[in-house]
């Protein structure tokens, strides 16, 4: 680990009172995020339903790219995917299934080695591990 922990991480949001938030952290590229277009919003900027997705999928993409490299696991292509369905439900809206669909390309010989690496990967994932609904992992992986 390069850095002890804990490790502290910080996002601001500046919204002008009508548009989009503009969400900061530090030199990162600025995003304009709002509600979706399923909740009277617009569908052209980044919701915290989509931001909470692309968390989840980044956090398992680089735990595979870290578990990997250590392995030394040649990795051809790799590709994520991630729904969730939000539903109504007694205790209110919730998300009830949250699908994280991998692919992966490796060398021959290698498919079931990967197969475990993706799930120590979801095992470790610390968004994955932070949500309350399961996330269920659906890999396919292609020797090429």
Known sequence: MAHPFPHLYEVALSW???????????????LVGG??????????????????????????TTTFQAITARSRLAVRHYQCRARATLDKTPAGLVFTEIVVEVAVEVDPGQAERVRELLQKAKTHCIVSNALKPEVRLAAEVREA
Do not use: Y
């Open 16 to 30: 002008p009172g009508e548009g989009g938030v503009e969400i900061t952290a530090g030199p990162r590229p600025k």
């Open 35 to 60: 509600a979706p277009a399923e909740f009277d919003g617009r569908g052209d900027w980044w919701s915290p339903e989509h931001l909470l997705l692309s968390s989840l999928s980044l956090c398992l």
